[in-house]
């Protein structure tokens, strides 16, 4: 039996997250970079205003939202550089892949996080939060907490670059 590689551990796992919005893979294999794409809709209320990403009014209607996260190739790319433009980033080593412990803990950390940004985007749009701006934020030290609870083995078992 072969070991499961990094693209589809991220997708049993993405699959398997309890989360309204929709979660999409993009792979890029040229580049070497794997994009989970991020998308939360919700109903504004009437009477309340609210200018979504593209720019767009919405007043009674369905806000979209949209982040990534991105899983880049060290050994390519150097991931800092797109840090600004993710949720997220998070670097493996060329074919050797990503540590098992760090993929565990990121859908952990998912789990909550998207429970707890879907709500706080329901209390943008309906007027409740005293937020000018929505923005999600990934809380680095909250991810190194449950990185810090995985099993030491973890560290050492890796998710293989995709061969496709």
């Known amino acids: 039996m072969s070991q499961i590689n990094m693209l589809d551990a991220i997708g049993d796992k993405m699959d398997a997250l309890d989360f309204d919005g929709d979660l999409s893979l993009n792979w890029d294999k040229d580049a ?3 994009e989970l794409e991020i998308t939360m809709t919700v109903q504004s209320e ?7 990403q593209s720019g767009e009014t919405v007043d009674n209607g369905p806000v979209e939202y949209q982040d990534a996260i ?22 493996f080593n060329g074919k050797k892949g990503i540590d098992k412990a760090t993929v565990d803990a990121l859908f952990i950390y998912l789990q909550d ?3 707890d940004s879907e709500s706080d985007l329901m209390d943008f749009v309906d007027g409740t939060s005293d937020d000018d701006t929505f923005v999600l934020n990934f809380d680095d030290a909250a991810f190194e907490r449950i990185l810090a609870e995985q099993p030491e083995e973890d560290n050492r ?4 670059y995709p061969k496709y």
């Open 70 to 91: 991105l899983f880049y190739d060290e050994t390519r790319l150097h991931g800092e550089d797109y840090a600004d433009d993710y949720l997220a980033v998070f670097g």
């Open 113 to 115: 996080f998207l429970d």
């Open 157 to 160: 078992v890796f998710l293989p």
């Open 32 to 34: 070497h970079v794997i």
């Open 46 to 52: 009437s009477g309340i205003e609210v200018e979504d």
